[in-house]
């Protein structure tokens, strides 16, 4: 899938960007940067775009939550544009659009990214699958208290999963792919059912360990 990609960009961002991942939560490691990138191209199959900035974007998208979580959407986008590689390899013009992609792409924004990018990032980010989910839900309230136990963090996990993934909650698909509608659907029924996601959740955390 990363075979229309200069050589030289997939290895200045897998040897200098995508490593910093490393520093943040497991529910952002560089395995979710991979995923991001994987889904990101699947999706811009069917659009008139530039797959390196479509890749670019998936690199950088939350390489901003080394700055600030609140913030980290702009921090990202100024973090691609000052980057010297990257002004050297692009435009400024395709520069500007990734940058705002990057600002477009967290969840809980309430207004449709600018361009397709945008949308493309937003899409590819959601990565919905109701494990995976429940799995990065209890992997960000486990990075700051690993001895804590699962009845300690369940009502946390809940809370995060009913405020963005349940009905009128703020996540947003802008896109409306066919798999991620399906996928949002499975994932509420499972919110919605207070034993199932309980047990479901006290699975995964078995599964992972702390």
């Known amino acids: 899938m990363l075979q229309n990609i ?6 200045y961002c897998e040897t200098n960007i995508i490593p910093k991942y490393q520093q943040l939560d497991l ?20 659009y008139d775009v530039n797959i390196e900035m479509v890749y670019v974007v998936a690199v950088y ?29 692009f435009t400024k013009d395709e520069i500007l659009v990734m940058k705002q992609a990057i600002e477009d ?44 136990d699962f009845d300690t963090i369940y009502e946390g996990v809940k809370a995060h999963l009913i405020d963005k993934y349940g009905h009128g909650g ?10 991620n509608e399906t996928q949002l659907s499975k994932l509420r029924a499972i919110i919605d059912d207070e034993d199932e996601l309980y047990k479901k959740a006290l699975h995964i955390f078995n599964t992972i360990g702390k």
């Open 105 to 148: 792409h967290r969840a809980s924004n309430d207004h449709a990214p600018r361009t397709i990018y945008g949308k493309i990032i937003s899409e590819a980010d959601r990565l919905i699958d109701p494990d995976q989910i429940i799995l990065r839900t209890i992997q960000f309230r486990l990075n700051g208290s690993r001895n804590e």
């Open 27 to 46: 529910a952002h490691h560089p395995n979710h940067v991979f995923d991001v990138i994987e889904k990101s191209l699947m999706i811009a199959k069917d």
């Open 61 to 89: 998208h939350d390489i901003g939550l080394l700055v600030n979580r609140k913030t980290h959407h702009i921090d990202g986008g100024k973090t691609l544009e000052d980057d010297a590689f990257i002004q050297n390899y």
């Open 6 to 11: 200069d050589p030289l960009l997939i290895k």
């Open 170 to 179: 703020y996540l947003k698909l802008w896109l409306k792919t066919e798999q």
